[in-house]
């Protein structure tokens, strides 16, 4: 019998991590650099892209660390003649 496998990139946690850390870079850098003072003054005040682009990096952040400390083991079929 094969010892168990680590699912690696097939991960659903690591897929969703990747698209949020994606998404969240590109708010992050739209927050820092391309906001004007007409965007912050429809948002209250608040940079809401910044914001929203560092929380969505938080949960991309807790999302691999969540994938690397507790990975998904898939065991093999067992052999149909044993």
Do not use: H
């Not at 739209?30 to 906001?35: A, K, L, V």
């Not at 952040?61 to 044993?82: M, Q, S």
């Amino acid at each position: 019998m094969s010892a168990p496998k680590k699912a690696g990139a097939f991960d659903i946690r690591l897929i969703i991590a990747l698209l949020t850390g994606v998404y969240g870079l590109v708010l992050t850098i739209m927050g820092i650099g391309f906001t004007t003072d007409a965007d912050l003054a429809k948002a209250a005040g608040v940079n809401i892209n910044l914001w929203a682009g560092i929380g969505m990096l938080v949960f991309t952040l807790l999302f691999v660390v969540w994938a690397k400390v507790r990975p998904i083991v898939v065991t093999p079929p067992e052999e149909a003649g044993e």
